[in-house]
């Protein structure tokens, strides 16, 4: 259903219509055109997106030629789907009116400023806390800190969508 237009606008509104909190809705990179997925959300009311969720992917056992999860297929994440979820916010940014939380393989303060110069309003750490740890966050915050006073970034809000200029 996140690949279809109508049906993504059809749940958005739901939700809207439902609930009275934000509404931020996590785009699949699976599709051919993630921004008319984007447009779907907004124009059903949404809140935000956030862009990406995980990669179709899947691990085989040579030693059990077998599936290594028992459903067979699982989300690929972290360090390898940063590209496509860089990719996704910028071909979003130029296209949306609502913030994007950026998402995927973001690990050090360069991956997250990669993010928020494609168009990311916010980004999120996910697989970053179990590979590197809980100071991933203290690291990020810190490495941004020094690359925004080095090259003259007030606030992120600055340094947002600076990829497009």
Known sequence: ?????????????AVKDAVKVPVMAKLTPNTADIVSIGKAVQDAGGD?????NTLKAMVISPEFARPVLSNRYGGLSGPAIKPVGVRAVY??????DIPIVGVGGIED??????YIMAGASCFQV????????PEVFTDITAGLLRFMSSYGYPDIGSMRGAAHE
Do not use: C, F, N, Q
């Open 109 to 114: 303060w360069k991956d997250a400023a990669e």
């Open 48 to 52: 935000a997106v956030v862009a990406i």
């Open 126 to 133: 996910g697989s970053a806390v179990g590979r590197v740890g």
């Open 1 to 13: 259903m996140g690949t279809d237009p109508r049906s993504v606008h059809k749940i958005v509104a």
């Open 91 to 96: 071909d979003l940014y130029a296209s949306l």
